[in-house]
């Protein structure tokens, strides 16, 4: 054959392969042709002689145009380079492409000569088709498409790739369940190429295809898949700072987005990994929270809306062992942006969480506040109030659950929070090395949010715990003679003082939404001896805060309300008074516990100390009294009361000032005045209406419409008390006779004197003395009808106080507690030791006698008294006879 360079029959008139190969840009290479034959060699084709034609099926991609001559070498570059795209490896199978795997050609035919033109859907339908008929094969057909894209990319031509990305999402849609393991290694191996390069455009891409993914569901399991490659690069999208807005914005929600989709990916399924180990949390938690404070924009694609539902549903899969390793990036999160101090985002952020968890799991959200709010105690009063009040949002939600197993715990970190923020507001500083100050108002903003949590948590709680939360914090409050003081113990009188009050505001709150229909189990001796013991008190906050307990927790119908526009006559039919028959156990806690409550409220209306609030619920305690335990007993028990009252205001030996004996008036008025209206006879409400209208006209000043107001309006010049302005108990005697009331009105001429005693001012239970003095009234009464002969001493509570406690005047006990304090400070400790010995010996020698004088031998018939035997505590009984 001849050696001359022919040329070819499709080449323009004057174009030669030469000069074709010169025009290829650079890093275009032509095709490797079989050995021996070169380019420069290449014989021409005998007359007669045509290239042979392609196998059946087999076009080339588009039918070359030359239109004109300067454009057809061009055009003809562009049909080779497609073609040559498809080869592979060198060697004939590249060169003919007829010769390729069916499933190389498959795939190849899915891309269009122009990828502005898309997927061929001809050619994707016949390459599912043969995909879905040999599954054995989508290994291969995926890391074929793989390798495609991964092609296109480095060259840059995105269209391509998202030709590619198609159809692998096709391919895992349309692929069987048991078969889809063999796509999905070489599909997430592809995203992390795309989510690796530095194009937003394919982050995109590659989120949007991960989440078709993640909606699929497997039901064969994948042992060795792993996914924290995307936990890490979806949170970092989440943080993305693009300088374009919009494309920040794109970044940021496809982020979110993407961890949805390893959520929802991973989490039901316990062959894969963990979501829920910290190292996870640590990256999801903060990456949705930085995304969840909201923006200008407030589009369905806002980052704060995508973030949220994210949030939500991270949340509400979340198991019991989950709760804690959610909830810690939280709080870390919170503390390292200082968003306590705001207290919008961080409440939003729970409140979130609270409804998202399932409630059975709520008492460990509480919980992990609760400790981490002990772990702040040091931090500033902002950050402790932020999460108080977190805390309080939270138990509001948490309604429907339980606290959880530690009831008294949340009441007791409340407590202590409390008390240590006495004592930052006393020193001024809150840490002992005294280098951070804080200020009054922050602590009081910190001591009020306290209070409002403590009652947002005992509104959560059922009727029974509540009273047990009751009597816990009664046993923190420091009461004299009962409770040690509370707080540091440099505190002093002051810090006691405050203690005190926040401790009964806590109290009020517990108490308001309080009901019960037993007042025997809302009010326990244990519960309202120490409580009664604060209404004779000299703070005049104290006592207000104590007869607003006792009238919340009385008032069961909720009839105080009612009660609080008080005038000179009102009309109980227009309040709408609620009111029931007094019960069973309503008539025990009256034998009870009556008498004790009328005796402070006297005590209580004498103090000097006492302002307009006092007196008005004074009287509202007093008429929910009447309402609540209406029956003949109770009512003149009350009549009598407020007789009493009136003779305590007229009376010249109490230092009470003019004002408070206009408040105790006008206390007197309204109580009749309701009181007549409960059930007496009209005779009784005739007479209190005449005196109220003697006093509207003669002395207004006696009524509550002019004392019980917040501008009292009080004589300038001393009260001149006529017999007509006053209630009078030889009137109120007669309009009580010949009814039912009679039987019981003989009490109201009787004067009512209640005494102050010990019990009173300390409030202790009853002691062995009160079983002591029993014995002896038994031993006295057996010892009645025996003939006489010398009494012995006669022991009451005076001899045995005096025995135990043989103390002198206030002065001297003065003196020697200086003496003790300064001998305890300077003296030896053996001098110490021997000085406490002694008084061990004299105090046992007291005893000694106090027994002697109790323990005495029963009275013989004869008269003659028996030799004294053992004494019962010296006593040795046999091991049988001992239980």
């Not at 981490?372 to 932020?386: E, F, I, M, Q, T």
């Not at 005190?500 to 109290?507: E, P, Y």
């Not at 030799?867 to 006879?881: A, G, Q, T």
Request: charge should be negative; aromatic fraction near 6%.
């Amino acid at each position: 054959m001849p050696g001359s360079l022919a040329s070819f029959p499709s080449l323009p008139r004057g174009m030669t392969m030469p000069a074709l190969l010169s025009s290829l840009p650079r890093g275009v290479n032509p095709p490797s042709l079989p050995r021996g034959i070169t380019m420069l060699n290449l014989p021409s084709l005998p007359r007669g002689v045509t290239i042979p034609s392609l196998s059946r099926g087999v076009t080339l991609s588009r039918v070359i145009a030359m239109p004109t001559v300067p454009q057809a070498p061009r055009r003809l570059l562009q049909d080779c380079c497609s073609v040559f795209d498809h080869q592979t490896a060198s060697g004939l199978c590249g060169c003919c492409w007829a010769l390729r795997p069916r499933y190389k050609r498959l795939v190849d035919n899915i891309f269009p000569e122009d990828p502005e033109d898309g997927l061929v859907k001809a050619n994707m339908e016949k390459l599912t088709f043969f995909a879905l008929s040999a599954p054995e094969k989508l290994d291969r057909i995926a890391a074929y498409l793989s390798e495609r894209l991964t092609r296109e990319l480095n060259r840059h031509r995105y269209g391509y790739v998202s030709i590619a990305m198609e159809a692998m999402e096709q391919l895992l849609l349309a692929c069987h369940c048991q078969s889809i393991n063999l796509l999905v290694e070489s599909f997430l191996s592809t995203l992390r190429l795309l989510l690796e390069a530095d194009k937003p455009h394919l982050h995109i891409l590659a989120t949007n295809s991960f989440l078709k993914f993640a909606n699929i569901e497997e039901d064969t399991p994948s042992y060795h898949r792993s996914y924290d490659f995307f936990v890490s690069r979806f949170s970092e999208m989440c943080h993305s700072d693009h300088h374009d807005p919009n494309t920040k914005l794109k970044i940021r929600v496809s982020g979110i987005r993407g961890l949805q989709g390893v959520v929802r990916k991973t989490v039901d399924d316990e062959l894969q990994a963990n979501i829920w180990e910290p190292r996870h949390m640590e990256q999801i938690v903060p990456a949705l929270l930085v995304n969840l404070q909201p923006h200008g924009n407030s589009s369905s694609s806002s980052p704060a809306e995508q973030t949220e539902v994210c949030f939500r549903e991270l949340l509400g899969r979340a198991a019991y062992g989950h709760i804690n390793n959610a909830i810690r990036p939280v709080l870390m999160h919170l503390d390292s942006h200082s968003l306590w101090e705001g207290r919008g985002f961080a409440v939003r952020c729970f409140q979130i969480i609270m409804y998202s968890i399932q409630s059975q799991h709520s008492h460990l959200v509480i919980q992990q506040l609760l400790g981490h709010l002990d772990a702040n105690s040091r931090s500033p009063a902002s950050v402790r109030a932020g999460i108080v009040e977190v805390l309080s949002e939270a138990a509001v939600i948490e309604a429907a659950g339980s606290v959880g197993p530690t009831v008294l715990e949340v009441f007791n970190t409340l407590l202590r929070q409390l008390r240590q923020s006495v004592d930052y507001q006393l020193t001024g500083y809150y840490d002992n090395a005294r280098k951070h100050k804080t200020t009054s108002p922050e602590e009081k903003m910190l001591q009020d949010a306290v209070i409002k949590t403590i009652g947002s948590f005992a509104n959560t709680l059922p009727v029974y715990q509540r009273s047990e939360v009751m009597l816990f914090i009664m046993g923190r409050i420091p009461v004299p003679g009962i409770y040690p003081a509370l707080g540091s113990p440099n505190a002093g009188f002051e810090g006691s003082r405050m203690i005190q009050v926040m401790l009964l505001k806590s109290l009020l709150q517990v108490s308001e939404p309080y009901e019960s229909n037993n007042l025997l189990t809302a009010l326990p001796s244990s519960f309202l001896e120490p409580l009664l013991s604060f209404t004779l008190m000299e703070d005049p906050e104290i006592r207000l805060l104590v007869l607003s307990i006792l009238t919340s927790l009385i008032d069961r119908r909720h009839n105080a309300c009612r009660l609080i526009s008080t005038s000179a006559a009102f009309e109980v039919s227009a309040l709408e008074l609620k009111e029931d028959e007094c019960s069973r156990q309503d008539n025990l806690f009256i034998r009870k516990h009556a008498q004790r409550l009328y005796r402070h409220v006297f005590l209580a209306s004498k103090e000097e100390s006492s302002g307009h609030n006092h007196y008005r619920a004074l009287f509202t305690l007093l008429g929910v009294l009447g309402v609540e335990l209406a029956n003949e007993e109770v009512l003149v028990d009350l009549i009598r009361l407020v007789l009493a009252m009136q003779e305590l205001a007229l009376s010249s030996q109490e230092n009470l000032s003019v004002f408070n004996r206009c408040g105790i008036h006008a206390v007197c008025s309204a109580s009749l005045n309701l009181l007549s209206q409960l059930g007496p006879p009209p005779a009784l409400r005739q007479h209190v209406a005449e005196v109220t209208e003697t006093r509207q006209k003669e002395a207004p000043y006696l009524l509550p419409d002019h004392i019980l107001c917040e501008k009292p309006r009080i004589p300038e010049k001393e009260l001149k008390m006529d017999e007509a302005i006053l209630f009078k108990a030889s009137k109120i005697c007669e309009a009580l006779a010949g009814s039912s009331y009679s039987t019981h009105s003989e009490r109201i001429n009787m004067p009512y004197t209640p005494e102050l005693t010990d019990e009173d001012r300390l409030s202790r239970r009853k002691s062995i003395v009160d079983a002591v003095s029993l014995q002896m009234d038994m031993e006295l009464n057996c010892c009645a009808d025996a003939p006489q002969k010398p009494q012995s001493e006669q022991i009451t509570f005076e001899t045995l106080k005096s025995a135990v406690d043989d103390r002198g005047i206030a002065e001297e006990e003065e003196r020697k507690r200086m003496q003790l304090v300064e001998k305890f400070q300077t003296a030896p400790f053996e001098e110490i030791a021997a000085h406490c010995g002694a008084r061990t010996s004299q105090l046992q020698s007291k005893l000694n006698r106090v027994f002697e004088l109790i323990i005495r031998p029963p009275p013989s018939p004869s008269g003659l008294s028996p030799p004294r035997s053992v004494p019962i505590y010296e006593m040795k009984f046999p091991d049988l006879c001992v239980y």
